[in-house]
């Protein structure tokens, strides 16, 4: 059973920055492609951004792109997703995910792997 664990959310004041992480096993992320997803309560899941495998490779949704950034280690293991910017619709849980393939990144139902999520509040 491949076990994704997110960390790093709690409460960010408005404009300020956090940084998120997504630990997997082993070199995983050296197989797999990884994206980060959140979803407030009442709304969709929404796509935020992704890596491939190599990580030479990264793409955004428009909501949050110039704000956030999608990165990992040299050792395959850990994803970080660096919020910056932030205001109060970023207030999220925000999941960590891992798929075969690079294509249509924003697919939620292309990824096989998922993190249980972490809480991000902004407040005012």
């Known amino acids: 059973q491949v076990q994704l664990v997110e960390s790093g959310g709690g409460s960010v004041p408005t404009g300020g920055s956090t940084r998120l992480s997504c630990v997997g096993p082993?070199?995983?992320?050296?197989?797999?492609?990884m994206g980060w997803f959140r979803q407030a309560p009442g709304k969709e899941r929404e796509f935020l951004g992704g890596?491939?495998?190599?990580?030479?490779?990264?793409t955004y949704a428009d909501s949050v792109k110039g704000r956030f950034i999608v990165s990992k280690n040299n050792a395959g293991n850990t994803m970080y997703l660096q919020m910056n910017s932030v205001h109060p619709g970023d207030t999220a849980t925000y999941y960590c995910?891992?798929?075969?393939?690079?294509?249509?990144?924003?697919?939620?139902?292309?990824?096989?792997?998922w993190g249980r999520g972490t809480q991000v509040t902004v407040s005012s």
């Open positions: 890596i491939n495998r190599s990580g030479g490779g990264t």
């Open positions: 082993g070199r995983m992320f050296m197989t797999y492609s």
């Open positions: 995910a891992a798929r075969l393939g690079g294509l249509h990144m924003g697919d939620g139902s292309a990824y096989r792997y």
